[in-house]
């Protein structure tokens, strides 16, 4: 006999030798006909999996959140059947489950297409309403290999080879068909239910080695529900009506080229964009205690060994050597440069914490294939900055800087935030005693933010190599999640070069080094923010604000007026005074995302007026010229100048108040 518990504490004892299905029989028939899988011991397994003595199960349905993973593994198991079905001879590597979905490898002479969807999704329905069993076997090496070899799929036969030699080789049967697989799987083909879809088609190298054979690899999704699914389509609808890629041509803010692969070519209106951001950062970082620094592009490798960052880094940093045989990198993060200036001069536990930010450009090499417009480059600037402090500082400013995040956050429309703690990744350095101390710190401050009402989040081995982390992860407008901020715990990096403080005792003390980054990177946090907006700019934001646009000659010369008005408040404002109709100039001004065109003719030049016409709306409001300028000149202040203003504004209050 063994005894199992279940989540609500109560424990039954079995039969050696019982199955997760005779357990959910053994409860009642309605659960295990609606149990798709069980849960043993906190891992996710096959329902016919035994159960060990002493374990933990909890039964999984199919609209549990954790099936949504099984859904598409045995959908990935059904589009291979319908591929291999539809077109003989075709080879199947590997069909993993991936964010949002799932894909499968086939090797194929013939390209597959779009046009192939609808037969490949046809016969994918065909097998899922057969509604075969998935069942599970162990084969040995030599049965695997003589099998696969026998039906030319040679790629199977290098994955067996490469399975370790105490793992059991699983294979799953559907009906006739079956995979070399790791599991779990549903109970049947029918549970993947009819809310899938394929999406693209795309070539990929076996092994990702461009010296091995390029495979076609189909991206597909699959979802519990037809709901979601439609949901999911319509948010990608959506982002591809916002792609910061194509508005960003629209806009005329950036360009790439080949002969700078995942370099931004910034325009003027891009540059206008990108440095309104830094001036708020600045602003933000200096009245929060920040000192501005800058450290060197190009550094000795020496100073990358010693912060550990060679052994554990090289493979993604851009190196050079000189004539006279020095080898350097670029910079790939400005913390080594940091930990410089620090030791640059004796500091006492009376300087600390001491805040030094840096808006450094880094470059960080990544695959052609990852770049993705300014979302994913090899050269980015960081809102970096490093606090020095004690251990007993380590609360207070984490706090610190979660705070000023959120409020950061907030300014630019984002209220939906997850904080991820992310623990000791297997490649790391450091002892383990003092990951224990920065985990156990960056816990205690995850733990005041729970409380505090924030939803978070554990990240398992997902933290720097020199440092566990707090990720913060906001939610855009249709609901797409990004990682931007980072606070990072650090009982290493000072350390190995060296870098100390005097304490009240005199004695020298290592500093903690938190790293703490807000947008992350500019170049993506602009990108997230014009799909965030579709493009609308808050007026503050906008590179150009403002387009005084004509609708005769005879308004010339009061346009420019109104342009010299605008542009006396701070306003970034433009005129068009082409002969053309103003419909044509809307229309125009429109696509580029200008959020206010001041129309003028010849009857607002005789009543010193403008009409105002908003991006996204028809409707047009005349207005006086002063008046106009005035309430758009205060709509344009950044979220922290206009609380400055109502802070200077409530003081005078107060004043005449009490005078």
Known sequence: MISVTFPDGASRHFDAHVTGLDVAKSISPSLAKKSVAVVIDGALRDLSDPIPGGATIEFVSRDDPRALELIRHDAAHVLAEAVQTLYPGTQVTIGPVIENGFYYDFFREEPFTPDDFPAIEKKMGEIIAR???????????DRAKSWFEA????????????????????????????????????????????AFKLMKVAGAYWRGDSKRPMLQRIYATAFASQEELAAYLKQIEEAEKRDHRRLGREMDLFHFQEEGPGTVFWHPK?????????????????AAGYVEVNTPQVLDRALWETSGHWQT????MFVTQTEDERIFALKPMNCPGHVQIFKNGLKSYRDLPLKLAEFGVVHRYEPSGALHGVMRVRAFTQDDAHIFCTEDQIMDESLK???????????????????????????????????????????????VLAARGARTAINP???????????????????REWQCGTIQVDFNLPGRFGAFYIDADSE????????????????????????HFAGHLPLWLAPLQIVVATITKEADDYAYEVIAAARKKGLRVEGDLRNEKITYKVREHS????????????????DGAVSIRRLGSSAQTTVALSEAVEALAEEALAPDLRRSHLDVAAQKLLINLLN
Request: proline letters at 4%.
């Open 508 to 531: 020298k003390k290592t500093p903690v080094m938190i790293h703490r980054a807000m947008f992350g990177s500019l170049e993506r946090f602009t990108g997230i923010l014009i799909e």
């Open 151 to 194: 039906r030319g799929e040679a790629f199977k036969v290098e994955l067996v080879d490469s399975i370790p030699g105490d793992e059991d080789l699983k294979i799953y049967r559907q009906g006739d068909w079956l995979d070399l697989c790791r599991g779990p799987h549903m109970t049947s083909t029918g549970k993947v239910g009819a």
């Open 461 to 479: 081995g997902e933290g720097a190599f020199y440092g566990p982390k707090l990720e913060y992860t906001l939610r855009d407008a249709i609901g």
């Open 313 to 316: 880094y090289r493979d993604n």
């Open 401 to 447: 800087v979660n705070d000023l995040i959120l409020s950061i956050y907030e300014d630019f429309g984002f209220d939906d935030i997850v904080i991820k703690l992310s623990t000791r990744p297997e490649k790391r350095v450091g002892s383990d005693e003092a990951w224990d101390k920065a985990e156990a710190a960056l816990t205690r401050v995850l733990e």
């Open 591 to 606: 696509l580029a995302k200008v959020p206010v065109l001041l129309v003028v003719g010849k009857r607002e030049s005789i």
């Open 131 to 141: 509604d075969k069993p998935f069942t599970k076997e162990v084969w040995t090496r």
């Open 270 to 286: 891009g540059w206008t964009l990108f440095q309104t951001l830094i001036a708020y950062m600045r602003r933000r970082q200096e």
